[in-house]
Nanobody, 121 residues
Framework: QVQLVESGGGLVQPGGSLRLSCAAS????????MSWFRQAPGKERERVSC????????YYANSVKGRFTISRDNRKNTVYLQMNSLKPEDTAVYYC??????????????WGKGTLVTVSL
């Protein structure tokens, strides 16, 4: 059974940093693309970042480029999202997701339950 469990969210001041983790189970992370999405109150869900199965292709939304970094540790079956220079507009519930394919395209088939990130004074 595929499961994705996010952690690492919380309250942080503007300019601060957080590292989100997504622990995967029920499949081996090595071969598959993994994505991070976010959804802010009253807004549509947007894809923040994606890393392809072989890590050769990495995508970032323009809104986070240069501030966020996606990475994976296949030994731990975990994907990370390092978020620096956080802004109030980064406030959202962050989800990890996968299509269980090697590429970043397509609709996500599996989602975690999300972790809340709040950027505020």
């Amino acid at each position: 059974q595929v499961q994705l469990v996010e952690s690492g969210g919380g309250l942080v001041q503007p300019g601060g940093s957080l590292r989100l983790s997504c622990a995967a189970s029920g499949f081996t992370l090595d071969y598959y693309a993994m994505s991070w999405f976010r959804q802010a109150p009253g807004k549509e869900r947007e894809r923040v970042s994606c890393i392809s199965g072989d890590s050769s292709i990495i995508y970032y939304a323009n809104s986070v480029k240069g501030r966020f970094t996606i990475s994976r540790d296949n030994r731990k079956n975990t994907v990370y999202l390092q978020m620096n220079s956080l802004k109030p507009e980064d406030t959202a519930v962050y989800y990890c997701a996968t299509t269980l394919t090697r590429t970043c395209g397509g609709d996500m088939d599996y989602w975690g339950k999300g972790t809340l990130v709040t950027v505020s004074l």
